[in-house]
Each structure stands twice: as structure tokens, then as C-alpha cells.
């Protein structure tokens, strides 16, 4: 117990110390805060006491709302996937009756997506309330200001605030999904290295989304077209669905070109496409099942 309270001690400050960077408005600190979950996912199971001390040394640091976002916004979200991660059922089989089943890469990205979705709509919430015109002006301010500081004149300045006004949400949403990927694969591969890994590795090409995600995708398209929040709303799904079946598509690729002679450079091909077409690659293996039309694949790589 006593090495454990220390690493979720130690996890704790350092996520707080990322997350306090943003107080200074410099891009590197808007990324320091992207990966300010990472030391609470490191500790694991330990991450809501980590969470939990982070969130008391920014009360204390700076102010009590200041530590109360870091532990609904960082804290309790990289908690609750490591406990996610580590969860385990029965799965008993004729050979092995005690077989027990973790919790699939499929579905941890599933709720990583759930995630962006709901902590985005917290910030707003939190931040403005359900004043969407409040909202959409201070967004609207913030994007003038930054289009002033970069001197943007030959452009249609109203039309360029309009869109990035609507963007800003969806990017951030985006932007937290493939960072809070990141950050779990890097927290397992720390805590894999370090002997303390109690799940065995999954094999990430055979990564698989639920049926049931490409409906809130559909539901994500129709609604984005709606006005105010519930648009709004939609749009940050359709994002974020697209992001994680883009991810789909690239563990299809992955899975697919397993013991080919230039893998790699067909892998890269692949990355410099657009990531659109990637996303439909990976809907297309959840609908109809792409993989299982093709042969047995060559045993499993170290990738």
C-alpha cells in the first residue's frame, strides 16, 4: 500500500503541475495540458486518489474552481479508463473453464470518444451554462483576438470568426480523443515496462468498435444540421465518431497487411492519406465485417 499512495501522490502533483500551465495562455502550455492525464493513468487503479491530490494542490496553489475542473476535466476521466482498462468477467470455456474476458481495445476507445463528447459539453456547461449566445460570443471575441495578433486582413473576417466559432468546440473535442489515446497507449506501455501490468497486452490491429457506434454517428450527421446547442451537440459527436473510426480504419490497416514485405511503407502511404477516407475504411469493417471475408491472417506481430 505504501508504494502505492506514493505513486499516486507523485502522479497526482504532476498532473496538477501540467494542468496549472494553462494559467499561463502560451501554446506549450495548451499542450502540457493535453497530457496532463497521463501521470494519473500511469498510477492505474491509484489514479483517483492521484486525481484527487492533484485537484487539492491547485485549490490550494491557485483557487478551489481551478481544481475542481482539473478533477471532473482530467482527474475522474483518466480514473475511470484505467479502471475501465483493468476490469475484467467471466468468460469460461470447454477447455478452460476459469477463462476470464478484459475489457476490449474496442471498447475503451468506445468510451474515449464518450468522453471528448461529454467533457466538452461540461466546459461549455460549466463555463456558460446553457447560454449558447453567451457561448458562441465569447468564442466569437476569443477568435478575434487571435486573428488580430496574427494580423489576419485579406480575408472575410466576419465568415472567419463564424467558422472557427463553431470549429473551436469540435476541434478541442477531437484534439482530446487522439491525446487521451495516446496517453493510455504510453501510460501501458510505462506501467508494461515496469512489470506492473496485471491485463495481458491486447492486440490493438484486431481492434474492433460496436455496431452500435456507427448509429451515433448517424445520429451525429442529421443532428449537426440543427441550430444552437442541440446542433452544436451533433456536430462535436459526428467529430469525434469520425476521429475514433479513423482509428478503426488505421488498426484495419495494421491487421490486414500483417507478414507483407513492404508493410511499412504501405503503412505510411496510408497515414499520409486523408483522414476522412480513413474513418470510412474503418466504418466499413464494423458494418461488414471486412476482416472476416479474408483468410487467416499470419500469426500476430509485435507492433
Not at 89 to 102: F, L, N, S, T
Not at 132 to 147: E, M, N, P
Amino acid at each position: 500500500m505504501g508504494p502505492t499512495l506514493a505513486i499516486a501522490f507523485g502522479a497526482g502533483l504532476a498532473s496538477a503541475l501540467l494542468f496549472a500551465t494553462l494559467a499561463s495562455g502560451s501554446p506549450m502550455a495548451l499542450i502540457l495540458f493535453y497530457f496532463a492525464a497521463l501521470p494519473v493513468l500511469i498510477a492505474g487503479l491509484a489514479g483517483a486518489f492521484a486525481g484527487t491530490i492533484g485537484a487539492l494542490a491547485l485549490s490550494v496553489a491557485l483557487r478551489s474552481q481551478f481544481g475542481l475542473f482539473f478533477f471532473f476535466s482530467v482527474g475522474l476521466p483518466a480514473w475511470f479508463l484505467t479502471y475501465a482498462a483493468l476490469s475484467l468477467r467471466p468468460a469460461p470455456r470447454e477447455d478452460d473453464p476459469e477463462a476470464v474476458e478484459w475489457m476490449p481495445a474496442g471498447m475503451l476507445l468506445t468510451l474515449i470518444g464518450a468522453g471528448a463528447v461529454l467533457l466538452t459539453l461540461f466546459a461549455i456547461i460549466a463555463l456558460y451554462g446553457l447560454d449558447y449566445t453567451a457561448f458562441q460570443a465569447s468564442i466569437r471575441v476569443a477568435v478575434g483576438r487571435t486573428l488580430d495578433q496574427v494580423r489576419a486582413s485579406n480575408v472575410d473576417r466576419e465568415a472567419l470568426v463564424t467558422l472557427m466559432a463553431a470549429a473551436v468546440p469540435v476541434a478541442a473535442a477531437v484534439v482530446w480523443t487522439f491525446v487521451t489515446t495516446v496517453n493510455l497507449y504510453f501510460a501501458g506501455r510505462i506501467v508494461r515496462a515496469s512489470g506492473r501490468l496485471i491485463r495481458p497486452w491486447p492486440d490493438l490491429p484486431a481492434l474492433k468498435l460496436p455496431k452500435w457506434t456507427s448509429l451515433v454517428l448517424l445520429a451525429g450527421s442529421i443532428g449537426s444540421f440543427a441550430s444552437g446547442f442541440p446542433g452544436q451537440i451533433a456536430a462535436i459527436m459526428l467529430a469525434v465518431g469520425l476521429a475514433i473510426y479513423a482509428l478503426q480504419g488505421f488498426a484495419l490497416a495494421h491487421d490486414i497487411t500483417r507478414g507483407w514485405g513492404m508493410r511499412g511503407f504501405a503503412l505510411g502511404l496510408l497515414y499520409a492519406w486523408p483522414m476522412i477516407f480513413v474513418a470510412l475504411a474503418g466504418l466499413a469493417d464494423v458494418l461488414f465485417d471486412i476482416r472476416a471475408r479474408r483468410k487467416p491472417p499470419a500469426p500476430p506481430l509485435n507492433t
